[in-house]
């Protein structure tokens, strides 16, 4: 059972680990405009906070103090920001 327990343990940090990076690089891929038009925290302010993110659960991992603070953070960029700022439009409108 400890096995089954370590195992489990392992996908799970590896998975959040994953969740976090995605959202440090998709905030890292959007033009730091469209932050601004949707009226959410800015581009450095969101890659600050999902790369910290990443970071925390990378050294940490996810059950530590700051591991499940770390993926609410990625959680709420992924499915309140990204959202938002994957609607606009890229590059000029002419």
């Known amino acids: 059972m400890p096995e089954f ?4 343990l392992t996908a ?3 998975g959040g680990l994953a969740l976090a990076a ?3 690089v998709d ?7 469209a932050f601004v038009a949707t009226g959410k925290l800015t581009k ?3 890659m600050g906070i999902t790369g910290l993110a990443t970071a925390v ?3 940490f991992g996810l059950m530590s103090f700051l591991g499940l603070p770390a993926i609410i953070a990625a959680v709420v960029y ?3 920001v990204r959202p938002a700022v994957r609607g606009l439009p890229r590059g000029n409108s002419w």
């Open 57 to 59: 659960v990378y050294m």
């Open 12 to 14: 799970l940090t590896w």
């Open 27 to 33: 905030a890292l891929i959007r033009p730091a405009g």
């Open 44 to 46: 450095p302010g969101w």
């Open 22 to 24: 995605w959202a440090f």
């Open 78 to 80: 992924l499915v309140d």
């Open 5 to 8: 327990d370590w195992l489990l």
